[in-house]
Nanobody
Framework: QVQLVESGGGLVQPGGSLRLSCAAS????????MGWYRQAPGPQRELVAT???????TYTQSVKGRFTISRDNAKNTVYLQMNSLKSEDTAVYLC???????????????WGQGTQVTVSS
């Protein structure tokens, strides 16, 4: 069984910084892409950033230059460094990873439980 556990959310003032972490554990043969999504109140979930196993990154336009995604393959962990935070960054941030849980298993998407980020003065 695979689990993704996030940490690092909280309340921060506009202009401040937070660092989110997401560690994958359990039965893991390999991890492909990892990423962060966010969901503000409402049905829409937004892709924030992704990183491949060899370190290639993508970002949604609104966070470019402010957020940095990175990963530690030895620890099966992905990070999101968020700087110059704005009120519109307020959301639940969810970790996603494409994981093959066994040599003879297909890749699947796995999700963390989410961590709240609130940007407010």
């Amino acid at each position: 069984q695979v689990q993704l556990v996030e940490s690092g959310g909280g309340l921060v003032q506009p202009g401040g910084s937070l660092r989110l972490s997401c560690a994958a554990s359990g039965s893991i043969f390999s991890i492909n892409s990892m990423g962060w999504y966010r969901q503000a109140p409402g049905p829409q979930r937004e892709l924030v950033a992704t990183i491949t196993s060899d370190g290639r990154t993508t970002y949604t336009q609104s966070v470019k230059g402010r957020f940095t995604i990175s990963r530690d393959n030895a620890k099966n962990t992905v990070y999101l460094q968020m700087n110059s935070l704005k009120s519109e960054d307020t959301a639940v941030y969810l970790c996603n990873a494409i994981i093959r849980p066994g040599r003879d298993r297909y890749e699947s998407h796995y999700w963390g439980q989410g961590t709240q980020v609130t940007v407010s003065s």
